[in-house]
Nanobody, 128 residues
């Protein structure tokens, strides 16, 4: 049983920053690709960013490019999503998900079905 845990959400002003963290108990997190998704009120869940298990490749939704940065720590036990220059439209519940053994590409990184284990989400609220 793999338990994915997100943290770091909160309230920020427009233009501000937050750093989200993702880790997992059990399973092979260090060998898993990790993706971040978000669901804004009254909208569908959407892809934000993903990182390969080695941390050598990252993929971003257009809305995240240039503002969000995804990274893994050296022992690959934690993935960080740095959110900069936040906008009110970034307000959402942010989910971390893992894909053990997956080989991500730019075409597949945002496919939710590839991710097997999901966290409960961490709320990000951006005020104008």
């Amino acid at each position: 049983q793999v338990t994915v845990v997100e943290s770091g959400g909160g309230l920020a002003q427009a233009g501000g920053s937050l750093r989200l963290s993702c880790s997992a108990n059990g399973g092979t997190f260090s060998r898993s690709a990790v993706g971040w998704f978000r669901r804004a009120p009254e909208k569908e869940r959407e892809f934000v960013a993903a990182i390969t298990w080695r941390g050598s490749n990252t993929y971003y939704a257009d809305s995240a490019k240039g503002r969000f940065t995804l990274s893994r720590n050296n022992d690959k036990t934690t993935v960080y999503l740095q959110l900069n220059n936040l906008r009110p439209e970034d307000t959402a519940l942010y989910y971390c998900a893992t894909s053990p053994g997956a080989v991500l590409t730019a075409q597949t990184a945002g496919i939710m079905k590839l991710y097997r284990n999901w966290g409960q989400g961490t709320q990000v609220t951006v005020s104008s």
